[in-house]
């Protein structure tokens, strides 16, 4: 079955360390994937995105993900995080020409001062 | 408008009664979705709407739920004989290709 994995539900790390959240997708292709963050009390917002072409994408907030065909992963990564990293983060992948977005479980960050 | 408005932003309802969540997406957009997201949980995704096709109801969890979408804009998701189960933030999201959605802030429904 399609599915998008989070393996961590909650990831606690300290201000300044860096930051790994795992993302795993099982679909029978090449599926556009992303990672959104959520905010308590607030909506999602797109970090970044991958459709194609170089698989290390650049997004916001000084986030970045690598796309790993071989391994079906979309790991996002942070080399120092911020205290206001603290949220929700969101794994997602559409397929193409599906236009149905599926979601991972989603990892919480807890930043230590 | 600027982003994807949903209203209203908090409802508290009794057990039993039916709901109204409405969203107002970007204009142009024309591929709309909701999910739904419970307390500790993901996304579980509800409804899409693309153009005038028809909408795909796969994620929809019991016949109390519904959902349109009028002249390809505005949506409201209904939800009818509410259960305390229902309670949950219901988000809205639209995009115009369908890749990398833009997301409403939500409906807080708490069902008493």
């Known amino acids: 079955a399609q599915s998008v994995t989070q393996p961590d539900i909650h990831i606690t790390v300290s201000e300044g360390a860096s930051l790994e959240l795992r993302c795993n997708y099982s679909y029978g292709a090449t599926p556009y994937l992303f990672w959104y963050v959520q905010s308590p009390g607030q909506g999602l917002q797109l970090l970044l995105k991958?459709?194609?072409?170089?698989?290390l994408v650049q997004g916001i907030k000084g986030f970045e993900a690598e796309f790993k065909r071989s391994q079906s992963s979309f790991n996002l990564r942070k080399p120092s995080v911020h205290w206001s990293d603290a949220a929700e983060y969101f794994c997602a992948v559409v397929m193409y020409n599906n236009n149905d977005m599926r979601f991972g479980a989603g990892t919480r960050l807890t930043v230590k001062p | 408008g600027a982003g994807v408005s949903q209203s209203p932003s908090n409802k508290v309802t009794e057990k039993g009664k039916d709901v109204e969540l409405r969203c107002d997406p970007i204009?142009?957009?024309?591929?709309l979705y909701w999910y739904r997201q419970s307390l500790g949980q993901g996304l579980e995704f509800l409804i899409y709407f693309q153009g005038n096709s028809a909408p795909d109801k796969s994620g929809l969890p019991s016949d109390r739920f519904s959902a349109e979408r009028t002249g390809g804009s505005v949506s409201t998701l209904t939800i009818q004989r509410t259960q305390q189960e229902d309670s949950a933030v219901y988000l809205c999201?639209?995009?115009?290709?369908?890749?990398?959605?833009?997301f409403g802030s939500g409906t807080r429904l708490t069902v008493v």
């Open positions: 991958y459709f194609s072409g170089d698989t």
């Open positions: 204009s142009g957009h024309t591929a």
């Open positions: 999201a639209s995009s115009w290709t369908g890749y990398g959605y833009t």
